[in-house]
């Protein structure tokens, strides 16, 4: 090696480092690689996504490549450097010892972290072009890979690891969830919310979404024939529940437009009997996401939910289950308008039989949703007593001051202003006033 110039020694370092360094970045973006991404690409006829995903198909076999490649040059990069440090300083221990750090600083600056971070940066782009180099370096390399893999293998086989199908692993949803969320600017706000709640459906239920009974627009089959009419023609809704003796006794569901049709001006029982379909019921605590399956193959749109006791709780529509996915569409009835009234120090004047899924998410409040679904029911749990107007309490951290009750039942109540930091990112909906 005296008869070699130092100056060839030089370029060969340089060649030997910027291979070292190629090797260093390759393996650092096939690990840093969107695989998500990488299987979008495929599909786009991306040929260096294709050779990409080939060789991550066989990990083992591609860090074999990549680490048998690099480790051969930075022995080669140490030798060089260590030949151009013994002809500047001579053999003494001093060169040694110079030529071991210069080596170990050129190989860690020039092959390792800086080609490394470079491959972290910008993953897709560097591996897809490095695919093209290292699918034929490792078919020629193959043997002395699987030789190598070998012990390999069997050193994990000793330690009881399989990484294989460590890598198989899917995304779970709350993963996914997190992907949305951090897409943020990839994904329009609107798409992401819809995504967020569509996830969601599987944890809500129809008592949560649902219209209390007390608010459900229905009919009573026994009112005279005028009052029938009156009622049917200034409808708010396109069907209507019919019950017999007490509001909670469904019997029917009768579709607005097609008894204005009916001649006359008088509607009758018969007529409203003759027209109704069979009330649909479904279990209190279903999950949302079910029931519209249920919907689905039931071809239906309308559904009454019910307790254990067969007790009526509310009622279920399509619509309010599109609503809880994209946002409200539609005006409220006039049995649901003016749930929330603003008050002048920023708190609220609400109904007591408001969800409290709704107030969390118009207001901004946080009260919890596993226990009871309306604010009537979350006062009554926490008192343990029908409480007389004017008694404060605190719930969730939120004040709350009864306002008028009526028949063991809390009417009104005036929240405190909600914190603005409770849901970030999340501004409440502007309620109408």
């Known amino acids: 090696m005296d008869d070699i110039p130092l100056s060839t020694l030089f370029a060969v370092l340089v060649v030997l480092l910027i291979i070292s360094a190629f090797f260093s970045m390759s393996e650092t973006s096939m690990m840093a690689l969107n695989r998500y991404r990488l299987k979008h690409l495929v599909k786009s006829g991306h040929r260096g996504a294709r050779l990409t995903t080939q060789l991550l198909a066989a990990v083992d076999q591609l860090l074999g490549v990549v680490l048998l490649g690099n480790n051969l040059i930075n022995a080669a990069v140490a030798l060089l450097v260590g030949e151009i440090a013994r002809r500047y300083l001579g053999g003494s221990e001093l060169a040694l010892f110079a030529a071991t750090a210069i080596a170990a600083f050129v190989i860690l600056v020039f092959s390792e972290i800086t080609p490394k971070v470079i491959g972290a940066a910008y993953p897709e782009t560097i591996a897809n072009s490095a695919s093209y180099v290292l699918t034929p370096l490792l078919a020629v390399l193959r043997p002395l890979v699987w030789f190598v893999n070998l012990f390999v293998r069997s050193l994990l086989w000793l330690l009881r690891l399989k990484p294989a199908r460590a890598m198989d692993s899917k995304l779970t949803p709350e993963e996914l969830r997190t992907l949305v969320l951090e897409a943020g600017n990839y994904i329009p706000q609107k798409h992401q919310s819809i995504l967020l709640n569509l996830f969601d459906l599987e944890s809500i239920t129809v008592d949560d979404v649902m219209t209390p009974r007390s608010q459900i627009e229905a009919l009573d089959i026994d009112e005279p024939p005028e009052m029938l009419r009156q009622q049917i023609s200034t409808a708010y809704h396109r069907r209507l529940a019919v019950y ?86 539609a005006t409220g009835s006039p049995l649901q308008a003016a749930h929330f009234r603003r008050q002048d120090d920023g708190g609220y004047l609400v109904e007591g039989g408001s969800l409290l899924r709704e107030l969390n998410r118009k207001l901004g409040y946080r009260f919890a949703l596993d226990g009871p679904k309306t604010l009537n029911g979350l006062i009554l749990e926490h008192l343990q007593d029908i409480p007389e107007p004017g008694t404060s309490l605190k719930v969730a951290g939120h004040a709350l001051e009864i306002v008028q009750t009526q028949d063991r039942v809390v009417k009104a109540v005036r929240l405190a202003a909600p914190d603005s930091a409770v849901n970030p990112g999340h501004a409440p909906e502007t309620p109408a006033a």
Do not use: W
Not at 246 to 266: D, H
Not at 281 to 293: D, I, K, R, Y
């Open 244 to 329: 017999e003796g007490q509001p909670e006794n469904i019997i029917g569901i009768i579709l607005v437009r097609r008894l204005l049709n009916v001649g006359g001006t008088a509607i009758t029982a018969k007529h409203l009997r003759e027209h109704m379909r069979k009330p649909y019921f479904v279990p209190s605590g279903t999950p949302l996401f079910t029931q519209l399956q249920e919907f689905q193959e039931h071809q239906d749109r309308i559904c009454f939910v019910v307790d254990e006791y067969g007790e009526l709780q509310g009622m279920l529509t399509l619509e309010d289950i599109v609503e809880e996915l994209i946002g409200e569409f």
